[in-house]
């Protein structure tokens, strides 16, 4: 298995989900967080698994209860790094520029 790094950005939009999803009902947000759990060990495990989406990125889509979220990821320096904690309907490709950025990180 690859270790797991999440871009901080990433990391800030998990946690405005989750407090989105707390504010309706705790335990979806704690639903929300072992889906995306499931991802980042599935990510890892096999990372060749999911196709690529641009260039070096690859996506994983929440499913099925979250399915409108989906986590963009590149392997980068023997690990997976997760870019974003995106929804499919806002803003499309906000979270490119941090490719370079995790690998200026990682």
């Known amino acids: 298995?690859?270790?797991?790094?999440?871009?901080?950005?990433?990391?800030?939009?998990?946690?405005?989900?989750t407090d989105y999803y707390a504010?309706?009902?705790p335990d979806?947000?704690?639903?929300?967080?072992?889906?995306?759990e499931s991802c980042k060990t599935r990510m890892?495990?096999?990372?060749?698994?999911?196709?690529r989406r641009r260039g070096a990125v690859r996506r994983v889509n929440m499913?099925?209860?979250?399915?409108?979220?989906?986590?963009?990821?590149?392997?980068?320096?023997?690990?997976?790094?997760?870019?974003?904690?995106?929804?499919a309907k806002r803003r499309p490709y906000y979270w490119r520029k941090r490719i370079g950025e995790s690998r200026k990180m990682f």
């Open 44 to 51: 890892t495990e096999h990372p060749l698994h999911f196709s």
């Open 63 to 87: 499913t099925p209860q979250f399915g409108e979220y989906y986590l963009p990821f590149m392997m980068w320096q023997d690990r997976v790094v997760i870019l974003a904690v995106a929804h």
């Open 28 to 36: 979806l947000a704690d639903a929300f967080v072992d889906c995306l």
């Open 1 to 17: 298995m690859k270790p797991t790094a999440m871009h901080p950005a990433a990391e800030r939009e998990l946690d405005e989900v």
């Open 23 to 25: 504010a309706i009902d």
